[in-house]
């Protein structure tokens, strides 16, 4: 009899027992292992696509409609300089000076101005030649340089070409006598200067007179080289 009471009052604990454990597992306030963490709420980040619609940033790359991906935007390389029209001839040499070995000279006194003598320079050779500077005179056997009048002097230097003249005016004397030491010269030397000023040109040159020579005295001047005879004869 005792062990019939027993074995019920097991069967009724046993029943009780899993009544209670599936009401727990039911409400989810059951027990849990003690060596399980419990797990803990996470938020997931979902990478963003991008947007083939959103433009790309300004300066540094292109979108492309179709993908969304990012280009690098392109630089133009700058193309090399055109030197096809650039001039590869070498520059013109400067012309010979002209001198008594390529010229012919003359010499010849005019009514107006007065007391005025006029150069000209005619180039006899084949080849443009220059006329830098002005004159250097002498009559006879002087032992002085007339001065050249220095407003006088032209914006460029006359260059003749074969045939072409050149042309420099002489004042002999002064119009009102103030002049000293005049005397009449018979013989007139013609010499050029070179590039350089009262550098030698080369040959001279010795132009004819008159027969009875031209007077001169102290006032003796020349005008530079120029390409009118009007602009030597207005000093």
Do not use: I
């Amino acid at each position: 009899m005792r062990t019939f009471r027993h074995a019920r009052l097991l069967a009724a604990a046993g029943a009780t027992l899993a009544t209670l454990a599936l009401t727990a597992c039911e409400s989810g306030t059951g027990t849990q292992d003690e060596g399980a963490s419990k797990p803990t709420a996470s938020t997931t980040t979902t990478p963003q696509t991008p947007n083939a619609e959103q433009p790309a940033e300004s300066g540094t790359a292109e979108s492309t409609g179709s993908t969304g991906t990012q280009q690098p935007a392109r630089t133009e390389q700058p193309s090399a300089p055109d030197r096809s029209t650039a001039s590869d001839e070498p520059a013109a040499p400067a012309p010979a000076v002209c001198n008594g070995s390529n010229t012919k000279v003359t010499a010849q006194p005019v009514a107006r101005p007065l007391n005025h003598l006029l150069l000209t320079v005619t180039n006899t050779g084949s080849k443009p030649c220059a006329l830098p500077y002005y004159p250097v005179l002498r009559f006879d056997e002087m032992q002085w340089v007339p001065q050249p009048m220095a407003d006088s002097k032209p914006q460029a230097v006359p260059t003749l070409d074969p045939g072409g003249s050149g042309y420099a005016g002489v004042l002999l004397s002064a119009a009102d006598g103030s002049g000293e030491g005049g005397t009449t010269g018979k013989k007139l030397t013609v010499a050029f200067q070179g590039a350089t000023p009262n550098s030698s040109g080369g040959a001279s040159a010795t132009p004819t007179l008159p027969a009875k020579g031209v007077y001169y005295d102290s006032t003796l001047a020349v005008t530079y080289w120029q390409a009118e005879a009007e602009d030597a004869l207005r000093y």
